[in-house]
């Protein structure tokens, strides 16, 4: 047998066996469950489900957010779900808090409003599991959240109608292998979501696909839990809340984090160019203004080195466009990579390059000039490409952003077109 072989035999004998202990874990907690004597307060039981409503609009709400930066109908649809679940869970979690102050008895009956939300959530989760395998990226967001506000109101009503509608109210059945089987219901749903979300993390990899799968998991284990609740209150029926809650926690979590990544990705792209992945205008002129404050309390220089790639025009005319832009990505390559980590290399506008040098004066500027012209003289790649160079340093050549630049700009524009193929940074620079 190929040591492959015995890897995934390996693997699947721990997966079999961490199942088993974890399976003989949960029925042992359960039995645990069964046999306590434990009966929770009427108040944390409206804290919980308090709780869960809160979590679940607030997961709506960055739902939302999320749907309007990616446009993806998971989103839409469980914001939808989440404050319809929600509301009814506190509308639910309120009703049985009074009726306790009223009447203190645990009775028999289950909550037809947990039930139903319950049900309706996880049908969601399936609705939108299929409506994004069909059609993942929505085209129009305005439509799309008519669209989703009618179908989750048409599985809201049908599942209402479908509860509300029994002849016989569901009821506790102490004693029993299982007192409450209507809870199976919601749990046969919630396997075949955690299966099918299970199914698309192998195309999809966000962290609310993750804490989805995880939540699904969670709201199984819920309603296998209550399953076994023998009346309102008890061990078993608290868990199963605290479960719920959780799983709402999960799915926030995954959410807040996807958002804090698209957060990070917008800010990035505000502030680099697209072409190179360099910092781009709005950018160079940040860190000069921060460069500028530095060395005002510090009182030690900082150069500024512009960059102009010299026969672009040319270059788009013979070779192409394309050419001429992988000619700009290649000047922005050489820059990155020869420069500093404490320096900001930046694409100033066109064919048009910066570079900020911290704690540098002439002789620094002329290193990183003359060692930024030998790496592109060497890159290997045709056509051959030449830069012209100027340099300003702060604060000889000026106390401003528009002094150093214009001092810069000055120097480069008498080198541009210069034909020697040396060096000469003195006044200014080109490189052939």
Do not use: C
């Given at each position: 047998m190929s040591n492959t072989g015995k890897r995934g035999g390996v693997s699947k004998f721990r997966i079999v066996l961490i199942g088993t202990i974890t399976t003989a874990f949960y029925c042992a907690l359960i039995?645990?469950?069964?046999?306590?004597?434990y009966v929770a307060d009427p108040l944390l039981n409206a804290y919980l489900?308090?709780?869960?409503?809160?979590?679940?609009?607030?997961?709506?709400?960055?739902?939302?957010?999320?749907?309007?930066?990616?446009?993806?109908r998971i989103s839409l649809?469980?914001?939808?779900?989440?404050?319809?679940?929600?509301?009814?869970?506190?509308?639910?979690?309120?009703?049985?808090?009074?009726?306790m102050l009223t009447t203190p008895t645990f009775g028999t009956q289950i909550s037809l409003g947990w039930l139903a939300g319950r049900t309706l959530l996880g049908v969601l989760l399936l609705a939108a599991l299929v409506v994004e395998r069909r059609i993942p990226i929505s085209r129009d967001p305005g439509k799309e959240i008519a669209g989703v506000t009618l179908i989750?109101?048409?599985?809201?009503?049908l599942t209402s109608v479908f509860?509300?509608?029994?002849?016989?109210?569901?009821?506790?059945?102490?004693?029993?292998?299982?007192?409450?089987?209507?809870?199976?219901?919601?749990?046969?749903?919630?396997?075949?979501?955690?299966?099918?979300?299970?199914?698309?993390?192998?195309?999809?990899?966000?962290w609310l696909d993750r804490a989805l799968f995880v939540a699904a998991g969670l709201n199984v284990i819920c309603h296998v839990t209550i399953s076994q609740s023998q009346h309102m209150l008890d061990a078993s029926y608290t868990v199963a809340h605290v479960l719920m809650v959780l799983s709402y926690v999960v799915v926030?979590?995954?959410?807040?984090?996807?958002?804090?990544?698209?957060?990070?990705?917008?800010?990035?792209?505000?502030?680099?160019?697209?072409l190179t992945g360099l910092a781009n205008h709005r950018r160079l002129f940040e860190v000069l203004d921060s460069e500028i404050q530095r060395s005002q309390r510090t009182g030690r220089s900082f150069a500024v080195l512009l960059f102009d790639l010299d026969g672009l025009k040319k270059i788009n005319d013979k070779y192409g466009h394309l050419t001429g832009s992988r000619a700009i990505k290649r000047l922005g390559t050489v820059l990155r990579d020869a420069s500093r980590a404490i320096d900001t290399p930046a694409r100033y506008g066109g064919d048009e390059f910066a570079l900020v040098l911290p704690e540098s004066g002439r002789r620094e500027a002329e290193q990183a000039a003359t060692r930024i012209c030998e790496r592109l003289l060497q890159?290997?790649?045709?056509?051959?490409?030449?830069?012209?160079?100027?340099?300003?340093v702060y604060p000889k050549d000026g106390t401003s952003i528009e002094q150093l630049l214009g001092a810069?700009?000055?120097?480069l524009y008498k080198m541009k077109g210069h034909g020697e193929k040396k060096i000469r940074l003195r006044h200014a620079a080109a490189c052939l």
């Open positions: 039995w645990w469950l069964r046999s306590s004597t489900d308090m709780a869960g409503s809160l979590v679940a609009f607030t997961f709506a709400a960055n739902a939302m957010v999320r749907f309007r930066g990616t446009h993806d649809i469980l914001a939808f779900g989440f404050v319809l679940a929600g509301l009814i869970e506190a509308g639910t979690g309120m009703a049985f808090y009074r009726g989750v109101g048409a599985v809201a009503y509860y509300f509608m029994l002849p016989r109210a569901p009821h506790i059945r102490p004693g029993s292998w299982i007192p409450r089987p209507w809870d199976l219901l919601p749990a046969a749903i919630y396997i075949a979501a955690t299966i099918g979300y299970g199914r698309r993390l192998k195309r999809a990899d966000a926030l979590g995954g959410t807040l984090l996807d958002n804090a990544q698209l957060f990070d990705q917008v800010s990035q792209m505000a502030a680099t160019d697209p890159d290997g790649q045709e056509p051959v490409i030449s830069v012209s160079v100027g340099q300003s810069a700009d000055l120097e």
